[in-house]
């Protein structure tokens, strides 16, 4: 099954523990991204690659850091999380071979205290 | 990328036709309009797309105005599951142009399908 999985779904963590959230794609897709869901503030791009070893910042990439060493994951790394990093977090991925849709992750909701 | 503008809100009766307006008046002449959906807390799942003629699936029609800086998503009979934020963006379709690596998805429109 075609799918975008992403990990760990629920996170509850501290200021400063660093934390990784893994977004891995079946599809062989070549474009892959991250979003941040905030109540009133809809979908905001954090980062975004397009192929491996190529990325780039979005609207909101301060606190983020991302790598792109293999296709098929692309990881968000926090390394010192902070309380407004709180957010409802997406990952997507989109195909040269398809029609530009982008599909989704279910979502990784992280908490820092 | 274009900015899209989308209402804030929407209602709906059940059975009856959703016509959602989507405004991008500064749309380029390869961008694609794309028209996704998040129900809940759920990622947000692709709906319909088009260039600058009508398009229909399973799930909805899409039609753009002639002069591409505007258009509308209609679905036909909606649903209490069709109860959804809605999101209108455009970008190229593929990998042409530089737009097509930053996204912006903005607030979308709340659609309530009522019974």
């Known amino acids: 099954e075609a799918q975008v999985t992403q990990n760990p779904r629920y996170l509850i963590t501290v200021t400063g523990k660093k934390l990784t959230v893994t977004c891995s794609q079946n599809?062989?897709?070549?474009?892959m991204s991250w979003y941040r869901q905030d109540p009133g503030l809809g979908l905001r791009q954090i980062y975004y690659s397009m192929n491996v070893e190529v990325t780039d910042k979005g609207d909101v990439p301060e606190g983020y850091k991302v790598s792109r060493k293999e296709k098929r994951n692309f990881p968000l790394i926090l390394e010192s999380p902070s309380p407004n990093q709180t957010s409802l977090y997406f990952c997507?991925?989109?195909?040269?071979?398809?029609?530009?849709?982008?599909?989704f992750g279910e979502g990784s909701r992280l908490t820092v205290l | 990328d274009a900015k899209t503008t989308q209402p804030t809100s929407m209602d709906c009766a059940e059975g009856r036709a959703a016509n959602l307006p989507c405004n991008h008046s500064t749309i380029s002449g390869n961008e694609y309009v794309y028209w996704y959906r998040q129900i809940h807390s759920q990622g947000p799942q692709y709906i319909i797309h088009g260039l600058k003629n009508n398009e229909t699936n399973e799930m909805a029609s899409l039609i753009i105005t002639e002069d591409r800086k505007s258009s509308t998503l209609i679905l036909p009979h909606a649903t209490l599951r069709d109860t959804a934020v809605y999101y209108c963006?455009?970008?190229?379709?593929?990998?042409?142009?530089?737009?097509?690596?930053?996204?912006?998805f903005g607030q979308g429109t709340i659609l309530t399908v009522h019974p």
């Open positions: 963006i455009v970008r190229v379709e593929g990998f042409g142009g530089t737009s097509y690596g930053k996204l912006t």
């Open positions: 997507a991925s989109s195909g040269q071979r398809n029609t530009g849709e982008l599909f």
């Open positions: 599809m062989n897709h070549e474009y």
